[in-house]
């Protein structure tokens, strides 16, 4: 007769600590409770405190949980109930009650399903999985299982893939199905690896010994013991120790040294784990090798063994009861029909081997193992659809990369053509400008508003220049080289503004002509942009900004409009003269089927009076401001260009031309 191997199958979140670290931590979290305040904080302490009682003290735990779920219930968190939920369920499921544990693993899976946490689905789907296995329902177990597994590989997450593949691993053990758990152990070794999961990977390891010595290889089973105990060790896992040790303990051939072993573990799980599967088969497995050993004795000696056997395996048989373990109790039933077949309970003997028959043959037949393989086999081939619909994903991305990048393409050709076109029209409108010039000298009505305005803002830069050559010229030594080089500076400046005034002038000057009239067209309003940028670029203290989101077009007379945004850039850039961080921003955009550009500055802001220039045709003008806005006032007049100003005091001003 074979030992029991002992078969753990893994629970989300919940990792067995030593119990003096698992003291110290409970301690800290109920410190820490009696400080809290009643927010989503406090539900996330009394998680953690409920599930520190998990494996050692449900009960307990189970009071600490309730008040979590009131507490989130009551601040309508809906991730703590569903964590809440969860630990409720590992809890109630060590007390026995399965049906129950299940009930709160599937409301906690109901609301992660609506906060769509995959992560935590996947958890709640495994413990589902894990409280049908207790019940030794391997189908429904199996079915939980393997949909969790499909959705952590479809998430990428590979550590809970790991704790999957060890579950089915167990399972396939179970069903002696030797091959496909040998499967299972190495996916769950290599998906814990990459996770660095090792928690899951000692527990692969485990499952290997425990194929190893089914294959009749001690050698190769201790090796695998040796490594998944070296793991759990050094992570302090004292319930994953006693798996190891107890399965460590099946490999010896002598039953007095299994006793041995089996003693120790089983010291540690009346410590940590009473009510667990692990105490179930360790007390199984005491029994077994003390029913061995008595076989080999006669007399008192054989009958104080019978009775250590006796002992343990009712005690086992009292766990599977009110733990509603029948796989385990199936093994029990077994060892006491031979024990009291040899003790001469012939009648008790045949009992015994009844009931093994009925739960073996209910947990183990051929038609449980058919619907587990076809369980594989619709996730198999759910996985492999889901496959395919990515495969069809990636060709459809790649025709629509194809053809965005012939739009592209298309686009750019588009852009070029419009280039060149604007670039013609420039050039021909330039010569239009040429020859509009030339007839200025024959519009004698415009000459005397127009050297009126021009008094003030034409003399004043050539005076200096007169003067200082003057100067230089009859008393050269009168300025040091220092001062000469600053008059030449600030001379060259005002010849510079001087050039950008008689530009801007001669435009305004065609305006008044009876006979001109501007020449519309479609002008990309980033042109503009880009000519205003180009002009101003040396005012490296002012910060320029273009805002055009939706790349629009604008038709009217590109000249003129140049000269209105010139001429509001200018007197922008004037205003800020005295501000240490200037901003200039230009804008475009669409509203109620008309366009607008609009400048704004951070400067001091215009009075009103100095604004009617902008409005008002009576309003003289004899300062170089107020020839700006009159160039802007007759120059937007032609064009049939709307323009509003809005000006706050030390914050700033803004023009805005709206077109139809």
């Avoid at 693993?105 to 409280?131: P, Q, V, W, Y």
């Avoid at 996916?187 to 010994?209: C, D, M, P, Q, S």
């Avoid at 319930?239 to 002598?254: E, F, P, Q």
């Avoid at 850039?569 to 501000?579: P, Q, R």
């Amino acid at each position: 007769m074979k030992l029991f191997f002992l078969i753990i199958f893994t629970l989300f979140t919940v990792l067995a600590f030593p119990q003096k670290k698992t003291n110290n931590l409970l301690d800290s979290l109920l410190y820490e409770l009696s400080r809290s305040k009643q927010d989503t904080d406090k539900v996330k302490l009394l998680v953690s405190i409920s599930q520190s009682y998990v494996s050692f003290n449900p009960k307990e735990g189970i009071k600490y949980a309730d008040s979590g779920l009131q507490l989130a219930q009551k601040l309508q968190w809906k991730k703590g109930e569903a964590n809440i939920n969860n630990s409720l369920g590992l809890l109630t499921g060590d007390t026995g009650n399965n049906t129950g544990a299940r009930n709160y693993f599937e409301k906690s899976f109901d609301i992660n399903k609506e906060l769509d946490a995959k992560r935590f689905m996947i958890a709640n789907m495994n413990n589902i999985g894990r409280s049908y296995q207790r019940e030794s329902n391997f189908t429904k177990a199996s079915e939980y299982f393997f949909k969790a597994l499909a959705l952590a590989e479809e998430s990428g997450d590979n550590e809970q893939a790991a704790m999957l593949g060890t579950n089915i691993t167990a399972l396939y053990i179970t069903q002696q199905d030797y091959k496909k758990a040998a499967e299972y152990a190495a996916l769950t070794i290599k998906k814990g690896e990459a996770a660095n999961a090792l928690i899951h990977v000692a527990k692969a390891y485990e499952f290997i010994g425990i194929l190893k010595l089914e294959e009749k290889d001690t050698l190769a089973a201790k090796k695998n013991f040796e490594i998944a105990l070296s793991i759990d060790e050094k992570l302090g896992n004292r319930a994953a120790v006693v798996s190891v040790l107890t399965n460590l303990g099946t490999a010896d051939a002598d039953p007095a040294k299994q006793i041995a072993v089996f003693l120790r573990v089983q010291k540690i799980v009346d410590e940590i784990v009473p009510s667990s599967q692990n105490a179930i088969l360790n007390l199984a497995n005491l029994g077994l090798n003390y029913y061995t050993l008595g076989m080999s004795k006669s007399g008192n000696e054989r009958r104080k063994y019978f009775d250590s056997a006796e002992l343990y395996l009712k005690r086992g048989e009292t766990l599977c009861a009110t733990t509603n373990n029948p796989e385990y109790m199936a093994d029990i039933k077994q060892v006491m029909a031979n024990l009291e077949e040899a003790k001469g309970n012939y009648k008790a003997a045949l009992e015994n081997f009844k009931d093994f028959t009925a739960i073996n043959d209910s947990i183990f037949s051929q038609g449980q193992k058919n619907k587990i393989a076809a369980l594989e086999s619709r996730n198999e081939i759910d996985k492999k659809n889901l496959e395919i619909e990515k495969q069809k994903l990636q060709v459809s991305e790649q025709k629509k990369n194809i053809f965005m990048l012939l739009g592209g393409l298309l686009l750019m050709a588009a852009i070029g053509f419009l280039f060149y076109r604007v670039s013609a029209i420039r050039k021909q409108k330039n010569e239009q400008l040429i020859n509009l010039n030339k007839e200025l000298d024959d519009a004698n009505k415009l000459k005397a508003k127009f050297f009126g305005i021009l008094s003030h803002d034409l003399r004043t830069p050539i005076a200096n220049l007169v003067n200082f050559l003057t100067l230089r010229k009859i008393k050269p030594e009168a300025l040091s080289k220092e001062q000469a080089e600053e008059r030449e500076n600030k001379i060259g400046n005002s010849a510079q503004s001087l050039l950008e005034t008689m530009e801007s002038m001669l435009l305004w000057s065609k305006g008044q002509m009876q006979q001109f009239k501007p020449e519309h067209d479609l002008i990309k309003v980033d042109n503009l942009f880009s000519y205003i940028e180009k002009i101003f670029a040396d005012y490296e203290n002012i910060r320029f900004s273009f805002i055009n989101e939706n790349d629009l077009n604008i038709e009217t007379d590109e000249n003129f409009l140049r000269a209105i945004m010139y001429n509001l850039t200018n007197n922008a850039i004037k205003a800020l003269s005295k501000i240490p961080e200037g901003k200039i921003e230009w804008k475009a955009w669409h509203e109620n089927n008309k366009l607008f550009l609009s400048i704004t500055d951070n400067g001091p802001g215009i009075d009103e009076d100095k604004l009617k220039a902008l409005y008002d045709d009576s309003v003289g003008s004899g300062s170089k401001h107020g020839l700006g806005l009159h160039i802007i006032r007759d120059l937007a007049k032609a064009i049939n260009c709307n323009i509003i100003s809005e000006s706050k005091p030390d914050e700033g001003t803004t023009f805005k031309l709206s077109f139809a």
